[in-house]
């Protein structure tokens, strides 16, 4: 593979990460989405933005977020010092609030009156319901049927946010409908309404955008793991459904040819059964959702159903930088399964009195595994993308499934 | 040059008699293989100047609940794109002058190859394409592979399309700008007369080709209407909802569900022959062949 000079020039003027990304919209939603990208641009171009938004982060969202040596975790696996960092500890639980708190302050500098989100596990759903509370904009937030059902905190957190939660019952009634759903409320409602997108997908500009927001998780990680370590980490490790927390964590480091980058995906009940979410290791190229990137699809170009025990992995395609990093061979795409991800996730909260969310819990697994072939001077720093208390119930559900059998 | 297509000679024709034509949308395999090509073939003695066969896709971002209900039905049963191609051939080996346009999103046919796409859409008897979810940004791929294979590319006009954007968006057109007569998708909100008026007349100065009207349609006098004003109106949610009506407990074909959709379809065909109130200005324009 043929090294670059930088990773991280793209997008190009159209929206495009090599051959991925661009604006697979109609036309209906084209001028909007134009729109979109020139008050973006004016907006990250006026320091007032940036204030206003550092602001917010700093004092509403909690950021920055620790880096924490994760003591026992390292002991028990004998292996590299490990740290988290911890977006857990963001406002609403895990990352999903940076990209929220500037894609609505972007919304309201354009005059929008009303926000649609779609959500997977909630946490977007949640942490959109928030920004909108704190702003005072309505917002409705789009949620697979299937999602509700095994998501059932979020749920009643967003409403009483303030947000109106519409259930989606088509196809999968999963992530990819809900945002089929919040695509065709938009297109309906383009005058008043501003998406906020909750993944580094959708149409140019969100993925860059997205990540823009996201990009914070990395620089902090940058000054802290040098304040504490004086050196670059060796890996960095996060969980991909559509991919923001992992992008906003490697994306500060993509030129950094030391730093190896893990992104792990949903394998759900296994890569070889029909049953999984990973689409960098098993789909191919096509488009969905305003993009062109990696998908889970049959022969004839259908998108296929994912399934992870994670809501929040549980989507068929893949914001598009990752796809583009993918055929560059700059970061690794691995997937563990529902079964690895539980048992990491005990595993975390036993030893580290952290309950994570079974998004981050992919990460963790793999951790685990990498962690055999690392030595003890190695430095990993993984992704605590969010906390589990949403995936209370559904963990012990699973539990006692398990007693049962 | 090539030879004026069929889709232009059409709207010559139409020019000629003076009168609105009819584009009629069904999903090719909905609600199942046979009954999607009995309907096909019907179409055009029952009235339809135009036919467009959508491919069916798992996920029709840009249409309403109907058309969304019967890209399911067409799937469930088992429609492919090859599904598509029989159905266009087999009607064009007994229509050679109805043009067939497919309307469909891009995952599909990049699935297929654009190449092969515009290959096996030509073997087929199609004469044109659109592709939604496909806007002139992004289009240029599959514009030059239509163009070599002798296909028109139709684009959509939208009411959010300023007149900055018009120009761009209707470049690469062939065949007829579409203007999508509401801001939403298929089937869902009834644009007014004037607005559709206005639409028309703001596409008519950026083209010299045939506009259609669509996505609002629902009625014979919704048609009527459209037909005072645009040279074709195309309608699809409501004919999709006549296949919906009339299927059974097990979501199979009724007897009745050919004749009920092909009477609609004559309904409409009767609708645009007669517009509610005559064409004016720009909109009364003939169409050659020599165009």
Not at chain 1, 90 to 102: D, F, L, P, Q, R
Not at chain 2, 49 to 56: F, S
Not at chain 2, 95 to 101: G, L
Not at chain 2, 195 to 222: C, D, M, N, W, Y
Request: charged share 20%; glycine share 10%; aromatic share 6%.
């Amino acid at each position: 593979m043929e090294q670059l000079n930088t990773y991280r020039a793209g997008p190009d003027e159209k929206g495009h990460f090599g051959e991925f990304g661009g604006r697979y919209v109609a036309e209906t939603l084209m001028p909007l989405v134009l729109e979109v990208e020139r008050a973006y641009a004016e907006a990250s171009a006026d320091p007032a933005f940036a204030r206003e938004n550092d602001h917010y982060l700093t004092h509403y969202a909690g950021r920055p977020s620790p880096l924490y040596p994760a003591e026992r975790l390292t002991a028990h696996l004998g292996g590299p010092k490990i740290y988290f960092k911890r977006k857990d500890l963001n406002h609403t639980g895990a990352h999903k609030i940076n990209n929220c708190i500037g894609q609505a302050l972007l919304a309201r500098r354009m005059g929008k009156r009303r926000i649609i989100a779609e959500t997977g596990a909630g946490q977007h759903g949640v942490a959109t319901a928030t920004v909108c509370a704190l702003f005072d904009i309505p917002c409705t937030i789009y949620m697979g049927a299937v999602d509700i059902e095994r998501q059932a905190p979020n749920v009643t957190r967003m409403k009483m946010l303030g947000a109106e939660v519409r259930p989606v019952e088509v196809g999968s009634a999963t992530l990819k409908d809900a945002m089929n759903e919040a695509l065709r409320d938009w297109v309906a409602n383009v005058d008043t309404t501003f998406y906020v997108i909750g993944s580094v997908a959708g149409p140019h500009p969100y993925p860059m955008m997205v990540r823009d927001f996201q990009a914070c998780i990395g620089l902090e990680v940058r000054n802290q793991i040098w304040a504490a370590e004086s050196r670059l980490p060796d890996v960095l490790v996060a969980c991909v459904g559509g991919g923001s927390n992992a992008i906003g964590l490697f994306h500060p480091f993509l030129d950094e040819a030391s730093v190896r980058m893990v992104g792990v995906e949903a394998a759900g009940r296994g890569i070889d059964t029909p049953e999984h979410a990973a689409t960098l290791s098993r789909g191919r190229p096509g488009v969905l959702h305003g993009s062109r990137s990696y998908l889970l699809q049959d022969a004839d170009g259908q998108i296929l159903e994912a399934h992870s025990v994670s809501a929040g992995l549980d989507y068929p395609g893949v914001g598009p930088e990752h796809s583009w990093l993918k055929d560059a061979g700059r970061v690794e795409y691995v997937a563990v399964t529902d079964d690895e991800a539980l048992e990491a996730f005990h595993l975390c909260t036993r030893l580290e009195g952290i309950i994570p969310a079974l998004e981050t819990a992919h990460a963790l697994a793999q951790t685990r595994k990498l962690a055999a072939t690392l030595s003890p001077g190695d430095l990993v720093v993984v992704s605590l993308s969010g906390r589990g208390d949403k995936d209370l119930e559904n963990v012990s559900r699973l539990a006692a499934a398990e007693e049962d059998a | 040059m090539s030879a004026p297509g069929r889709i232009a000679e059409q709207f010559a024709r139409l020019a000629d008699e003076g009168r609105c034509g009819l584009v009629t949308f069904v999903t090719a395999g909905d609600p199942d293989r046979a009954t999607s090509l009995a309907i096909v073939r019907g179409l055009a003695a029952s009235g339809a100047d135009v036919i467009e066969l959508g491919i069916p896709f798992s996920d029709p971002m840009a249409d309403g609940p109907a058309i969304q209900a019967s890209s399911s039905r067409a799937l469930a049963a088992g429609a492919t794109m090859a599904t598509t191609f029989a159905i266009a051939r087999d009607f064009r080996a007994e229509d050679s002058r109805t043009p067939v346009v497919l309307m469909g999103y891009s995952n599909p046919v990049y699935a297929f190859g654009l190449d092969a796409f515009v290959a096996e859409a030509r073997d087929a008897g199609v004469d044109g394409l659109i592709v939604v979810d496909l806007p002139p940004e992004e289009a240029d791929p599959l514009a030059v592979a239509a163009r070599t294979a002798g296909l028109d590319v139709i684009f959509l006009v939208a009411p959010t399309t300023g007149e900055d954007r018009m120009a761009r968006v209707l470049e690469n057109a062939g065949g007829f700008a579409y203007a999508v007569s509401i801001t939403g998708i298929t089937g869902t909100k009834r644009a007014s007369t004037d607005a559709v008026a206005r639409a028309v007349a703001r596409v008519r100065k950026h083209t010299s080709l045939p506009v259609a009207v669509g996505f609002g349609i629902k009625t014979p006098a919704q048609a009527a209407t459209i037909a005072g004003v645009a040279d074709a109106a195309v309608v699809g949610s409501a004919i999709v909802e006549r296949i919906a009506g009339h299927l059974d407990a097990h979501g199979r074909a009724g007897d009745d569900l050919v004749p009920a959709v092909l009477g609609f379809v004559g309904e409409l065909a009767t609708a645009v022959r007669a517009p509610a109130r005559p064409p004016t200005g720009a909109s009364a324009r003939k169409w050659s062949a020599s165009r």
